[in-house]
């Protein structure tokens, strides 16, 4: 499902990896990427979501947000104590994350 919608309402198309790599790297990457269709794009601006300490560290040196999901080897727990925006068991379905999203700005 297409949680975010672009300047021009297209859908955004989000990213997934399975790379052995750096999570910084991959966030890079990202963050490159938004700026190159959404000029002046602010990291802060941007969303990591993922579910391991290496994903929050990588959104943490990159300037980016990040909602932390223990759906994985991590719990809640494990995760919150790691400093990120959001942590939460599930992700939301898409109403209830516009919400949330919504009450920041």
């Known amino acids: 499902?297409?949680?975010?919608?672009?300047?021009?309402?297209?859908?955004?198309?989000?990213?997934?990896?399975?790379?052995v790599e750096p999570r910084a790297n991959i966030v890079r990457r990202g963050v490159e990427r938004a700026a190159a269709v959404l000029p002046g794009f602010d990291p802060a601006q941007g969303l990591v979501i993922g579910d391991t300490p290496h994903d929050i560290d990588g959104?943490?040196?990159m300037g980016v947000p990040v909602l932390a999901?223990?759906?994985?080897?991590h719990s809640?727990?494990?995760?919150q104590a790691l400093n990120p925006w959001r942590a939460m068991r599930a992700l939301p379905d898409a109403a209830a994350f516009e919400e949330i999203l919504g009450a920041e700005g």
């Open 1 to 19: 499902a297409s949680y975010f919608r672009g300047a021009e309402g297209d859908p955004l198309n989000g990213s997934f990896s399975e790379r």
């Open 59 to 61: 959104a943490h040196a």
């Open 69 to 73: 999901v223990a759906t994985n080897t």
């Open 76 to 79: 809640l727990e494990e995760l």
